[in-house]
T-cell receptor, first 116, second 115 residues
Framework: AQTVTQSQPEMSVQEAETVTLSCTYDTSESDYYLFWYKQPPSRQMILVIRQEAYKQQNATENRFSVNFQKAAKSFSLKISDSQLGDAAMYFCAYRSAGGGSEKLVFGKGTKLTVNP | EAQVTQNPRYLITVTGKKLTVTCSQNMNHEYMSWYRQDPGLGLRQIYYSMNVEVTDKGDVPEGYKVSRKEKRNFPLILESPSPNQTSLYFC??????????????FGQGTRLTVV
């Protein structure tokens, strides 16, 4: 079974600074997808960024980028120029690519605080 | 607007009183699932459905039931709720068998308290 580990229960960053959230995962599969979700106080789950395992190029979405290290099974999220609205719980998630499996396996989450 | 709608958003109930949390999606998605979110545990899958009349257990199915009589609806049933089912519940839907296009859409969440 796949597992996802987020080793930082809480992180904080100063507004306008850069912060990196860590995520590691364990799988025996070679093809899969990885995601970062943001959950603000409204509780809504918002997809921030995603990465296909067979793509070597790291995904980027505006101020959000990932560092995907397939061999190390690492998938960290970098937030640049942090804004107050980035304060939220962040979840790393894994999904198998084959067999029609749509199940998301989540990490335990990292609570990000942004200080003004 | 594409969306997944859960109701209610908040619910307080007593132990043993049957309840249903509804979930409806308007995107014609085949795959629907329920997750529960607990502090320090992240989200865990309870049940899922690949299509109408096709359901299966996720990782934490004990104490829950589901049904999928229509493609758009996937209710979560707690026949005899207990305090350990106090949690935040999410319904999610996605296309199936389309690889990269299978983005999951989540409902707004249901905060359930069982006393």
């Amino acid at each position: 079974a796949q597992t996802v580990t987020q080793s930082q229960p809480e992180m904080s960053v100063q507004e306008a600074e850069t912060v990196t959230l860590s995520c590691t995962y364990d799988t025996s599969e070679s093809d899969y997808y990885l995601f970062w979700y943001k959950q603000p106080p409204s509780r809504q789950m918002i997809l921030v960024i995603r990465q296909e395992a067979y793509k070597q190029q790291n995904a980027t979405e505006n101020r959000f980028s990932v560092n995907f290290q397939k061999a190390a099974k690492s998938f960290s999220l970098k937030i640049s120029d942090s804004q107050l609205g980035d304060a939220a719980m962040y979840f790393c998630a894994y999904r198998s690519a084959g067999g029609g499996s749509e199940k998301l396996v989540f990490g335990k989450g990292t609570k990000l605080t942004v200080n003004p | 607007e594409a969306q997944v709608t859960q109701n209610p958003r908040y619910l307080i109930t007593v132990t043993g009183k049957k309840l249903t949390v509804t979930c409806s999606q308007n995107m014609n998605h085949e795959y629907m699932s329920w997750y529960r979110q607990d502090p320090g545990l992240g989200l865990r899958q309870i049940y899922y459905s690949m299509n109408v009349e096709v359901t299966d257990k996720g990782d934490v199915p004990e104490g829950y039931k589901v049904s999928r009589k229509e493609k758009r609806n996937f209710p979560l049933i707690l026949e005899s709720p207990s305090p350990n089912q106090t949690s935040l519940y999410f319904c999610a839907s996605s296309l199936a068998y389309r690889g990269w296009q299978d983005e999951a859409f989540f409902g707004q969440g249901t905060r359930l308290t069982v006393v």
